[in-house]
């Protein structure tokens, strides 16, 4: 994947910055996005200053999104030194994957319970758009689509502390994958939302579980393969 195509979203995704939000919660997107896409680089160290000119915003907001993005791991606070864009390593990752497959099995089961028909319809319908984006290769549009119906799914479960556990281990790993470049994962990811999201379109918690289990031994194999391990 051509990293280099990554959205800047400073100048970028505005739209999706819609209003209700808070400024703080508009830097954190931004800010979010720079890091999972690399556009920050990992290990980098910027400034303040830099990270405001950066997102656009004034130093209240970006100060506020810096504190929840170093309660996530994304970044380090460095006294007088400046922001340290944290690394990306295996043991992170794999500790990652530990942790959000539990909590995606448990937000997809509740998603099947709750959703109404218009987000079980939207959730399928995001799994096809993900599913059509893989199949043309374009994985910008594929991560920005994954992103999309996590967030769907995390709706239509309201189980607002599971979806704020999980929302930091969703955004690590499609760092790593950004990272490790997992073109080849595009189509074969895209099938396993889509049977995830089909589960919760029949409101079959069994089904979502096994959907949801199936996803993150698919995401473990890529990875570990990736690793070398």
């Known amino acids: 994947m051509n990293r280099k ?33 690399l556009s920050l ?15 656009g915003l004034g130093r209240t907001p970006v ?10 791991g994304m970044v ?30 448990l937000v997809a089961c509740e998603a099947t319970k709750r959703a109404s028909p218009a987000e079980r319809i939207a959730i399928v319908e995001t799994a096809r758009a993900m599913r059509e984006a893989a199949e043309a290769g374009d ?3 594929f991560m920005r689509v994954d992103k999309e119906l996590d967030a769907a799914v995390a709706a239509a ?21 950004y990272h490790f470049e997992r073109q080849e994962d595009l189509v074969p990811s895209a099938l396993h939302h889509g049977t995830l999201a089909q589960a919760i379109a029949a409101a079959d918690p069994a089904a979502a ?21």
């Open 5 to 37: 195509g990554a959205a800047d979203p400073g100048q970028a995704g505005d739209g999706d910055d819609a209003a209700g939000h808070s400024l703080a919660e508009i830097a954190y997107r931004r800010l979010e996005e720079a890091i999972v896409t």
């Open 41 to 55: 680089e990992p290990g980098g160290t910027l400034t303040e200053a830099q990270l405001i000119e950066r997102v």
């Open 63 to 72: 100060r506020e999104a810096l504190i929840r993005l170093a309660q996530h």
């Open 76 to 105: 380090e606070v460095l006294p007088r030194k400046g922001i340290l864009v944290a690394d990306i390593n295996a043991i992170d990752i794999m500790a990652a994957l530990d942790a959000r497959e539990v909590l995606e099995r």
């Open 139 to 141: 994985a910008a549009g």
């Open 157 to 177: 479960a309201r189980s607002p502390y599971a979806t704020r556990a999980v929302e930091p281990l969703q955004a690590l790993i499609r760092r790593a994958w």
């Open 209 to 229: 579980a096994a959907a949801s289990d199936a996803l993150m031994l698919h995401l473990r194999k890529g990875m570990l393969a990736t690793l070398g391990a």
